[in-house]
């Protein structure tokens, strides 16, 4: 895109921010040409950043799900095999009373 800047003659001898060009012959006004590629380059930097935190975040948050639900079955088997191990227990215990008592 090509934007006339007329203000271009107040600044003389001042190095310009933005490549100027002239279009087309004959004595014209200098336009400062904007190039859209920059602008595209940025966003398609910031969307591919978003892309990457979000899934990282995605992936971190169900990789703590998964550790939670293994955390939880581990707890589980452990409280019966706990639970059996006591049940075993107390019968052999009232199996040695029984036998003391005969």
Same mark, same amino acid.
């Given at each position: 895109?090509?934007?006339?800047?007329?203000?271009?003659?107040?600044?003389? =001898?001042?190095?310009?921010?933005?490549? /100027?060009?002239?279009? =087309?012959?004959?004595?014209?006004?200098?336009?400062?040409?904007?190039?859209?590629?920059?602008?595209?380059?940025?966003?398609?930097?910031?969307?591919?950043?978003?892309?990457?935190?979000? /899934?990282?975040?995605?992936? /971190?948050?169900?990789?703590?799900?998964?550790?939670?639900?293994?955390?939880? #079955? #581990?707890?589980?088997?452990?409280?019966?095999?706990?639970? /059996?191990?006591?049940?075993?227990?107390?019968?052999?215990?009232?199996?040695?009373?029984?036998?003391?008592? #005969?």
């Amino acid at each position: 895109r090509l934007y006339n800047n007329s203000w271009s003659r107040m600044v003389s =001898g001042a190095l310009p921010l933005l490549p /100027t060009t002239k279009v =087309g012959a004959g004595d014209k006004e200098r336009a400062y040409v904007i190039r859209q590629n920059v602008v595209l380059k940025a966003l398609l930097i910031a969307a591919s950043v978003l892309l990457g935190v979000s /899934t990282l975040l995605c992936c /971190t948050v169900y990789e703590v799900h998964v550790q939670r639900r293994v955390r939880v #079955d #581990d707890a589980r088997e452990h409280r019966e095999e706990e639970h /059996t191990s006591h049940m075993r227990v107390m019968r052999l215990s009232m199996l040695l009373q029984q036998r003391l008592k #005969d």
